[in-house]
């Protein structure tokens, strides 16, 4: 369990004509958000996320949210809705669909063609697309859905509005209220007002952003500032962004073209994000503009801007291995510009920091959040959230999308608006709403679900606590071999380090220790091969943490003459 709630049991029966809210992931944390409704034995998920792994996870490509609590019940489910196309939304849906693959999936045109692209990464072959747009309705069994433009950090998003016997819900998804962006398209808030007018029972808000004071800075307000930095290099320009902020993208295109440069976008999920966004329209590419990686190298310097992924530090990335002078066709150079147009996402600080710190090493100037306007939230501030609390009026309100802090801050906002109830509820936390009322109920079991490589759900916890132990304090082996009928060690003990620099020959002192020990418990009669192995690993255990105070990983083996 990561969010233990000791005081709850399991949720008793939904009573009839009750809704009920079962978080699977997303909620006391930022990433793998999924959420179930409940409502007349059918189920309703809103989105399917992954969560980036850091580095107290080694090893780890993904985190899943946790399907147990619905895998006995998946013919239940009347569709999956995609609020927008961030992989902390779509990124677990193929997962999904490995353990039923006809789950109808809902979302708008630029989400499905994204989660379409990933779909086929994994050969699942989905037919089940129902595309929809804002201002559509649809109902999926119990559940009438409608759907409502909101502004976010990708083209396309959509809240959602739950109509049930239950009553009306309203799930803003990830959302701001820029009231000027590239494409035009704000936040619904006259749609806000009418499902408010309607009476909104429970109303989900994105946390993300709730500590932040005011308003959430307008995508324009980059312009002049990626101008300047245009302005200002002499050299190559290389800036990492999401590979889905196609109007981030949109604006650096824009901006190379007046600073007649040309552009090449390099890391795989760049270019084909980008060229989806392209042939639905999404993205305006100027003709002339874009070359192929390889040809943009032959320009001279001052002609050359690439358009990277791995703004969060991720080591694999184009980045992470531009930084380190390892990719394949891009050598940095000193004078170089480099600009992280990007947020920082919590965990992946130390990784983006590395990032940033290999770069300047070779000369290269960094233009990163930090000193300069370069990027935006996609997430709204408070104040927004406050305009949305007194427009909506609903009468209960669940915070979603955030880490604890966030999601409280969230609710004190709802509250001072005059909100009478606000729910906070954390992964498998159940939260019903009966006669208008939300309330929490119980909890379900859930946990992180890593998938490392190929194998999903494998490892485990307690293996990731030997990972980080093996990566941080090394490992220890020793071998002691008994013999029994005489009663004492007859060989050993040999023993074997690895990692923190130890030498076999630091352990000669410990030696005779671990033999007196064995023959100790010998001598009393306890031949027992586990007990004898504990032994052994208590004696030396204390002895490296008392002399070298480290904690590694120790495996005794005691076998049988
Ligand atoms: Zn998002
Ligand atoms: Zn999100």
Not at 12 to 31: N, W, Y
Not at 258 to 263: E, F, G, I, L, M
Not at 367 to 396: F, Q, T, W
Request: aromatic share 6%.
């Amino acid at each position: 369990m990561s969010h233990p709630h000791p005081e709850l049991g399991a949720p008793p029966e939904l009573p009839s004509g009750g809704l009920r809210v079962i978080p699977l992931g997303g909620l006391g944390e930022v990433g793998r958000n999924m959420t179930v409704f409940e409502y007349d034995g059918r189920l309703l998920i809103v989105d399917c996320g992954v969560l980036f792994p850091d580095e107290s996870h080694p090893g780890v490509d993904l985190i899943l949210p946790d399907f147990a609590a619905i895998r006995d019940r998946l013919d239940a489910v009347e569709a999956l809705v995609l609020t927008h196309g961030h992989e902390d939304h779509i990124g677990a849906t193929p997962y999904l669909l490995r353990e039923r693959g006809d789950i109808p999936l809902v979302g708008s045109e630029l989400t499905l063609a994204l989660l379409n692209g990933k779909l086929r990464e994994h050969r699942l072959k989905q037919t089940a697309f129902h595309k929809v747009k804002e201002g559509d309705r649809i109902s999926f069994g119990p559940f009438d859905l409608e759907f409502v433009a909101v502004n976010h950090s990708i083209p396309d998003a959509l809240a959602v509005a739950i109509r049930t016997g239950a009553g009306l819900v309203l799930h803003t998804g990830d959302f701001k209220m820029d009231q000027l962006p590239l494409d035009g398209r704000i936040t619904d808030l006259r749609a806000f007002a009418r499902l408010g007018e309607e009476g909104v029972d429970l109303f989900l808000t994105d946390s993300t952003n709730a500590e932040v004071p005011g308003f959430t800075t307008s995508e324009k307000n980059i312009t002049p500032v990626l101008d300047q930095v245009f302005r200002e290099a002499d050299q190559r320009i290389i800036v990492a962004c999401f590979a889905s902020h196609v109007h981030r993208v949109q604006q650096i295109l824009d901006t190379a073209v007046a600073h007649d440069r040309r552009v090449a976008f390099v890391g795989r999920s760049m270019v084909r994000n980008m060229g989806v966004a392209r042939d639905l329209g999404y993205l305006t590419i100027p003709p002339g503009v874009m070359v192929d990686a390889k040809e943009l190298a032959e320009l001279p310097p001052e002609r050359q801007v690439l358009i990277s992924t791995g703004s969060q530090g991720e080591p694999m990335s184009a980045l992470a291995r531009i930084a380190n002078r390892s990719h394949h066709f891009v050598n940095l150079e000193a004078g170089d510009m480099v600009v992280l147009a990007s947020s920082l996402i919590p965990g992946n600080e130390n990784a983006v920091y590395r990032v940033i710190n290999g770069l300047s090493r070779w000369g290269a100037r960094v233009v990163h959040k930090g000193n300069a306007l370069v990027h935006v939230s996609g997430h709204a501030s408070a104040g927004e959230l406050l305009y949305c609390y007194n427009i909506v009026r609903p009468r209960n309100v669940l915070p979603v999308h955030g880490e604890t802090r966030h999601m409280l801050a969230n609710g004190a906002l709802a509250k001072q608006t005059g909100v009478e109830n606000v729910v906070y509820a954390e992964d498998g936390v159940v939260v019903d709403l009966v006669d208008g009322v939300a309330s929490v109920t119980g909890k379900v079991a859930v946990g992180y679900v890593f998938v490392d490589g190929q194998s999903i759900g494998d490892v485990t916890e307690s293996e990731l606590k030997d990972r980080r132990i093996l990566g941080e304090e090394g490992f220890i082996s020793v071998i002691v071999v008994v013999d029994s009928v005489a009663g004492k060690v007859s060989a050993g003990p040999e023993i074997h380090a690895r990692g923190h620099a130890w030498a076999d020959s630091d352990f000669e002192s410990i030696k005779q220790p671990i033999i007196d020990a064995v023959n100790a418990m010998l001598s009393d009669g306890n031949d027992d091969t586990y007990q004898l192995q504990q032994t052994v690993r208590r004696t030396i255990g204390r002895w490296v943490s008392g002399t070298h105070k480290r904690r590694p990983m120790i495996i005794p083996v005691v076998v049988e003459a």
